[in-house]
């Protein structure tokens, strides 16, 4: 603990559901690159990642590729917990 900034007295312990937004954020950009865009709708009590993606990725053919091997991928790399990441209307 650091007395002179008082940094011990700042909670830095993030919570699940803020570890999952961080991701759903790195990714963000790379899809708003090709006109898509993606919002984190909640996440399930099995872990489940509820997205909804937009934007051009919203019925796009490659979109559920792009979830499972790039969203999903990333998740469970990041957060182990994770179960899946699923897309929403």
């Known amino acids: 603990m650091c007395e002179q900034c008082g940094c011990g007295d700042i909670n830095t312990e993030q919570s699940f559901e803020e570890k999952v937004k961080n991701v759903i954020e790195a990714?963000?950009?790379g899809l708003q690159?090709?006109?898509g865009d993606i919002?984190?709708?909640g996440v399930d009590e099995d872990n489940t990642v509820?997205?909804?993606l937009?934007?051009?990725c919203a019925g796009?053919?490659?979109a559920q590729m792009t979830l499972k091997m790039?969203?999903?991928r990333l998740l469970k790399e990041k957060i182990p917990e994770i179960k899946k990441a699923v897309a929403v209307n």
Do not use: D, F, I, Y
């Open 27 to 29: 990714v963000r950009p």
């Open 33 to 35: 690159s090709h006109g």
């Open 39 to 41: 919002e984190l709708v």
């Open 50 to 52: 509820r997205v909804r």
């Open 54 to 56: 937009k934007g051009t």
């Open 60 to 62: 796009c053919p490659g």
């Open 70 to 72: 790039g969203v999903e």
